[in-house]
């Protein structure tokens, strides 16, 4: 057995049992090892970002780490983008670059790079495998290390000889890590300051946003007077019909301020205290007010869900049926606005849908108006780097393969990672793209707006990416997905639901 | 003035007018300053991996750096796979990530990255500005470091309240630096060398490439016997009718051993001693022969043009003609073979042209088969990091307006950076691009077969990109490039001919 068999062998004795490939010269033992080993679900990306993407997707929605399998260096490079975002995410990810062979790195052959450097950043564990020997031991932690906290980025080098080596050693099934959970004086200080009854507000973010956490969240604020609310973004938020409506803190400062203003005590639960994304001249780079008291009721590595449950029966907080919202039953008519999108999403939405928001812009109104649609999960981008929308749908799409996937998606995003839309076709996977085409850089107009620029052609120039215009079905086409335009609501409804009736992915472009 | 005005002014002063961009909010007051500093030629990319890349055609061309403008973290992040190839071409760039204003990056707010950890695996130089009062004196220093030795990467950061803050000083005038040159002794000992007789090999690199430095190198040959090469992949070589028909070492270990065998002395000349680009069990990682000793006339980093015209002269070799090779008169006829796809490619490089080789395993027979074509530079991807073809192709057209740039392009690298076809849609750029569709990743098909795999379903499957094929004209179509379909060498033939009387870029997928 060499090492590459051992590896392959190890994550499949613990559990991981996908991984999203584009391999390179440097890892054909560990291609030829997936062959050899059967049981592997091996899913092709054409470009790095959509495997590290589509790893983050798969972990949100089975919190279970796939591994991914990466060229060398520059490889990696290409990965890390959409590996920050896993990060932020709080997705667990078992990272595999190659590399050059231990004795080939001095060399400093042409493709050599800073690997570990590179891995670094966005990796809470890496190593680089020493020798055939060993890899499999190295597996198992790597495995191990992923599951840490809620999830976190193991990245283990596979150096081309640690690969081929003989005298490979399947590593042993080593335990998930158990999920710390909050002290009992962290609940019991909650509750204590809960009862006190002064403006409070409890932050929910990571698991505290499945149904079962917010519906215990949800008791305590009826029991307290407490507000609710969730980061700007979040991996995975449960919600639809007979869920918790819950309102996330805005991304633009001053709305969040307003939004945030009054608050005198914010218990984290499972979040961090909210800041700005980017530092503005004069404002704020927190969003709570001055002096508002941070208290901390479970940290991100913490299981929040937990300790929701313990704090609302500490409180001895009634079970409450949730707010009902009414569902928008009609799409929107005519003219594309952000409106009649938003109602048109919302009447759209299918039942036990997989929502994959990266409609930057377009979006802002659609998170108040699919409270009362079908029931879903609604997965955002956590780390702010573009291009995490049609990865993260392909690694949904292949976690869930009985549900649909509905990719919400902004057109200069997607043209990150417009590759993931092969790797839809390919797999037959069951996703929705609509693409909001206003064919510009909306966001960065309006901070342009914010750095008081009164902008001229130049500036323009560098944030529209119409001239020429993208066309999105012919991309999708090009790519073996299916495809077509909408210019109105009601064209776009027909679309999404002739996409529901079919089997594999649909891209539509919606041209506003 | 603020800081972002002082670094484009000082930008400009330097020399340096081209800037390839792809801004996000932490970068809009670098945005406003391209607009209210006139002089800055900005061309938008659509993925960071095009600006990098073309930073790199646009060097190679010009020996002069262009600017970048890159979103923080994750953004740097997508542009480094390109700024490693460029590395590795010897190009000077002066790369500018924005970044969290310095205040707010200890917030750690979602998209704060180690900006500056993933720039220095690439780059020779990096600073993180730290006011707007210094931001233009870092501004010199930089581009001054990206003119050191032949070209290198200058990466300076630029949080975004040093770009917004006020009181911002134009940065000095700073003086290329001088290129070193070999010390009298290196050509001296070269030439001692030479005149012993024994079976001696130069090995040209970097600038040696260019048509006086090959003139000159061939004298030396003509004069002593000695054999000539480059190195498997180049920044630049001139090269066709008149000029020096020069072999490379080629990219499988068993050919280039073979090539090299018997040679008792190499003498480096701007080019490091060649190794396989990846090891191999059981085969060497350097590529001469284990008797051969190394000298160095000239370091990479040392000029060595200049070298060989001393050597010459010290060696008091007489001007020779450089032979005539015929050039191919008509294109290859039917079935697009390896060999007809080479022969019409030869017969249709236009007068003057760019070059821009990604064909990797279908065009290892168009560099012999070149030889006579009509005069142009041929251009190589150095790092080994795909996705470097249609980024050059930009950058060089960019460079060279009056130019017809020939992008020789494999139908899986191109994935990595379609984006870039848009920028040659917007820039109207003169870029024929030939995708060359086999619809594998041929090159590992070859390196599986290497490790001595018999490789079934799943091995293959992950070396397979069709199924779906990729529609080429579909996808240049998507993003604004006219483009055809060839399945013949004459229809090949016909639609570059075609393509070089138009103006703005044209894509031909030849299907193999």
């Known amino acids: 057995m060499n090492g590459a068999e051992s590896l392959v062998h190890t994550l499949l004795l613990n559990g991981v049992n996908v991984c999203f490939t584009n391999p390179g010269t440097s890892e054909m033992h560990f291609v030829a090892a997936l062959d050899r080993v059967p049981g592997m679900h091996c899913v092709l990306g054409l470009f790095e970002g959509v495997v590290t993407g589509a790893a983050d997707g798969y972990y949100r929605m089975t919190d279970k780490p796939a591994a991914t399998l990466l060229h060398c260096g520059p490889g990696l490079a290409n990965g890390l983008a959409n590996l920050h975002n896993a990060r932020r995410a709080g997705s667990g990810v078992v990272n595999i670059p190659g590399d050059q062979a231990t004795y080939h790195r001095p ?125 700007g973004s979040n991996a995975r938020t449960q919600r639809g019909r007979g869920r918790l409506p819950l309102d996330r803190v805005p991304y633009v400062v001053d709305q969040a301020l307003k939004v945030l203003s009054g608050i005198k005590h914010m218990v984290l639960v499972g979040a961090v205290q909210p800041t ?154 069951d996703v929705t793209t609509v693409i909001f085409s206003n064919r510009k850089y909306q966001i960065l107009l309006g901070e342009l707006a914010n750095v008081g620029a009164n902008p001229g052609r130049t500036a323009l120039d560098m944030l529209d990416i119409g001239n ?21 609501c009601e064209q776009l409804a027909d679309l999404m639901a002739q996409s529901y009736r079919r089997k594999g992915p649909f891209l539509i472009e919606l041209v506003m």
Chains 1, 2 share one sequence.
């Open 107 to 231: 060399l400093d052959a042409p493709l050599t790079a800073d690997t570990e450097g590179w891995a670094r950043g966005v990796s809470a564990w890496v190593r680089t495998a020493t020798s055939a020997k060993t890899v499999g031991a190295d597996t198992s932690v790597a495995v191990q290390s992923a599951r840490i906290g809620h999830g976190q980025i193991s990245t283990l080098i596979l150096p081309a000889d640690t690969a081929w080596g003989e005298g490979g050693e399947i590593g042993p099934v080593l335990p998930a890590p158990a999920r710390p959970t909050a002290a009992p004086q962290q609940v019991k200080d909650a509750a204590a300051l809960l009862r006190r009854g002064e403006p409070t507000m409890l932050l929910l973010g990571g698991t505290a946003l499945r149904e079962q956490a917010l519906a215990d969240a949800h008791r305590i604020a009826a029991a307290t007077g407490a507000r609710l609310i969730a980061p």
């Open 468 to 488: 020429p215009d993208l066309d999105w079905p012919k991309l999708a086409a090009g790519m073996g997905v299916e495809a077509a335009r909408a210019e109105s």
């Open 276 to 429: 700005a994304f980017f530092a503005y001249p004069n404002k704020p780079g927190y969003l709570t007010p001055p002096d508002c008291e941070i208290h901390v009721l479970a940290r991100p590595e913490q299981d929040p869900a937990e300790a929701l449950a313990r704090l609302a029966d500490e409180l001895g907080a009634p079970r409450v049926a949730v707010p009902e919202v009414a569902r928008a039953q009609n799409p929107g008519r005519g003219k594309p606005t952000l409106d009649a999108i938003a109602q048109t999403v919302a009447a759209l939405i299918p039942e036990n849908a997989i929502v994959v928001d990266e409609s930057v812009t377009t979006g802002r109104a659609f998170f108040p108006a699919t409270y009362g649609a079908a029931p879903h999960d609604w997965l955002q981008n956590c780390g702010g780097s573009i291009g995490y929308g049609p990865p993260v749908a392909v690694g949904a799409a292949v976690a869930c393969p009985d549900r649909r996937v509905l990719a919400l998606q902004a057109d200069g995003s997607a043209m990150y990672t417009l590759q993931a839309l092969w790797t839809q076709a390919r797999e037959k996977l």
